[in-house]
């Protein structure tokens, strides 16, 4: 829905925004130096490994994306030393 003010937008933009703000608070719990930069760069992950998966019907997306979220989010936390 490319209308900003159509509902089902709305909604979308607002669902995408709670999913994001969740993984921030747990990325800044975890320890990670910049929680929002890792929430963003997971919640892209997330909406392009479902997009693909439905897209493509391949079960496979799901392993895939977590093993590049595992490398992404071991390397936030490294940068972000132990949490507190």
């Not at 003010?5 to 925004?17: I, M, S, T």
């Not at 595992?70 to 940068?79: M, N, Q, S, Y």
């Given at each position: 829905m490319p209308d900003p003010e159509h509902p089902?937008?709305?909604?979308a933009v607002a669902y995408k925004g709670e999913f994001t703000h969740r993984l921030t608070d747990i990325a800044?719990?975890?320890?990670?130096?910049d929680p929002e930069k890792l929430a963003e760069?997971?919640?892209?992950l997330f909406?392009?490994?479902a997009a693909r998966g439905t897209a493509l019907?391949?079960?496979r997306t799901g392993a895939?994306?977590?093993?590049?979220?595992?490398?992404v989010v071991?390397?936030?936390?490294?940068e972000g030393g132990p949490p507190s």
């Amino acid at each position: 829905m490319p209308d900003p003010e159509h509902p089902a937008h709305q909604l979308a933009v607002a669902y995408k925004g709670e999913f994001t703000h969740r993984l921030t608070d747990i990325a800044r719990q975890a320890g990670a130096a910049d929680p929002e930069k890792l929430a963003e760069q997971l919640a892209l992950l997330f909406d392009g490994a479902a997009a693909r998966g439905t897209a493509l019907n391949d079960s496979r997306t799901g392993a895939c994306a977590r093993s590049i979220a595992e490398l992404v989010v071991d390397a936030a936390l490294a940068e972000g030393g132990p949490p507190s």
